[in-house]
Nanobody, 126 residues
C-alpha cells in the first residue's frame, strides 16, 4: 500500500515556474513506478509525465516536453514535477500515481496505476 500526497500547486503567471511534490508513505517507494497526470473539468484525465523506479527512464506528453521535468528522490520518498514556461492551458488539478515497478511502463494509461493522490491545483493566468 502506498499513500500519496501532492503539494506545491498555486497561482502563477504565464511564463512562470512551479515545482510540484508528491510524498509517498511506506518503505518501498523505490519499488514503484510513478506518474503525473492532470485533470480539468469536463475533460478526460491527461497523462503528463512518468518515471521508472530508479529514475533512469522518463517519459513526457508532447504538450509538456521541454518545459516539464520529472524526477524522484527515493531517500525522501518523493517524486517531483518541475514546470517551467507555464501556459494558461496547463491549468488543471495535478495528480501523482504509483504502480509496482514490475508493471510500470513508459506512457502507460492512468487506468493502469494502482494508487492516486488527491491532487494539487495549478492555475496559470494569462
Amino acid at each position: 500500500q502506498v499513500q500519496l500526497v501532492e503539494s506545491g500547486g498555486g497561482l502563477v503567471q504565464a511564463g512562470g515556474s512551479l515545482r510540484l511534490s508528491c510524498a509517498a508513505s511506506g518503505r518501498t517507494f523505490s519499488m514503484y513506478g510513478m506518474g503525473w497526470f492532470r485533470q480539468t473539468p469536463g475533460k478526460e484525465r491527461e497523462f503528463v509525465a512518468a518515471i521508472s523506479w530508479s529514475g533512469g527512464s522518463t517519459y513526457y506528453a508532447d504538450s509538456v516536453k521541454g518545459r516539464f521535468t520529472i524526477s524522484r528522490d527515493n531517500y525522501k520518498n518523493t517524486v517531483y514535477l518541475q514546470m517551467s514556461s507555464l501556459k494558461p492551458e496547463d491549468t488543471a488539478v495535478y495528480l501523482c500515481a504509483a504502480v509496482p515497478s514490475r508493471r510500470w511502463s513508459a506512457g502507460m494509461a492512468g487506468s493502469s496505476y494502482d494508487y492516486w493522490g488527491q491532487g494539487t491545483q495549478v492555475t496559470v493566468s494569462s
